[in-house]
């Protein structure tokens, strides 16, 4: 057998703000048929909010010391810090895993991260099965690449020295130039017209010819995403993108905090003071556990801008930090203060 044929094959999936990523890794991990999988969720914040949902799934070929989180900073700027020893403790896994998936942070750029699997240590062992962007199909048919844009073109309009998009467009830009394959998601909420308006903005930015997929609540067959077996480390200096060259990127145009909040009695309540808050104070993300008073079940908040969903995931345990506590993700400049007085009303 050949070494390239042992390596392991990873699924880099890449998105931005909201745009479905934990939603699409769920089914896959519930339909893998049998595959032993392992993930790396890459969180931006302090908790990891996507690991946690994901570690909920009670998969038998994803079992909880398969998922491993990191939150100390997005894997293209710390793969030596926390990528490499991830992919150490993932490969010494017995038994063996057949695939390795990553989700990346919704601000990461994917093309350093996939530049260091041609580091010697890394390319005998793991290969890029394929690069795989989500992109919100509501927000690109409304013209946009996020819910809510108005800060950010208020923020670009006002200084003149700028003369190429804004920072989030060009995130959104390069993760495009990197795919492989693009999952279209929120299908359900898009009509004909709409359709073809998120499709035609997503090819308006595409170099070269790549398969767009629609999907409805990340509901996609796996083989579509996993076993591409295109080596992507090997072609990925061909795949232009506005930070080559650039030793590093900088994700100072965002702020990230953690709100923490008393026990709520009112979930729906508590949505609409999510809402308000992105609406009166341009928050552009927030994900978080909540404890409702006299409920055995955890509530899962998740908004993108001022569309959020609330859903009890699954029961407390005593392992858990039963404390209410949201992410809070927005521009550099983000009110914190007001934030958490709409919030903690």
């Not at 890459?42 to 989180?69: M, R």
């Not at 003071?273 to 104070?281: F, G, K, S, T, Y």
């Not at 008073?293 to 995931?313: E, I, N, T």
């Amino acid at each position: 057998m050949t070494a390239s044929a042992t390596r392991v094959p990873c699924t880099v999936v890449t998105g931005f703000l909201g745009s479905g990523k934990t939603t699409l890794i769920r089914h896959i991990l519930q339909h893998a048929n049998g595959k032993r999988l392992a993930l790396i969720v890459n969180e931006f914040g302090d908790i990891g909010i996507d690991g946690e949902i994901l570690k909920g799934c009670g998969i038998d070929t994803c079992p909880e010391e398969n998922i491993l989180e990191l939150a100390n900073g997005c894997l293209c700027c710390t793969v030596a810090d926390d990528f490499v020893p991830a992919l150490d403790q993932i490969l010494a896994l017995e038994p063996k895993v057949d695939h390795i998936i990553i989700e990346t942070s919704g601000l990461a750029l994917p093309k350093p991260l996939v530049q260091a699997f041609q580091w010697p240590s890394v390319k005998s062992r793991v290969t890029v099965d394929g690069v795989v962007a989500v992109v919100d199909g509501p927000a690109l048919a409304d013209g946009k690449v996020a819910t809510d844009m108005e800060a950010l073109q208020a923020q670009r309009q006002q200084d003149e020295s700028v003369d190429h998009d804004d920072p989030v467009e060009e995130v959104f830009e390069d993760q495009l130039a990197c795919a492989d394959l693009i999952i279209l998601s929120k299908n359900d909420l898009l009509d004909e017209a709409g359709s073809l308006r998120a499709n035609t903005r997503i090819g308006d930015h595409l170099a070269r010819a790549v398969k767009i997929v629609p999907t409805t609540h990340g509901r996609i067959e796996p083989s579509v995403m996993l076993g591409l077996g295109l080596a992507v480390e090997d072609d990925i200096e061909n795949r232009k993108t506005h930070h080559d060259g650039m030793l590093d990127h900088e994700h100072d145009d965002f702020d990230s905090f953690i709100v923490e909040l008393p026990a709520t009695s009112d979930p729906d309540d508590l949505a609409a003071r999510v809402a308000a808050a992105a609406e009166q104070e341009n928050v552009l993300r927030v994900k978080g556990f909540v404890d409702v008073s006299g409920k055995p079940m955890r509530l899962l908040v998740q908004a993108v801008g001022p569309r959020v969903s609330h859903y009890y995931d699954r029961v407390w345990t005593p392992a858990d930090d039963r404390r209410s506590r949201l992410v809070v993700i927005g521009l550099k400049g983000l009110n914190r203060e007001a934030v958490e007085r709409i919030l903690v009303n």
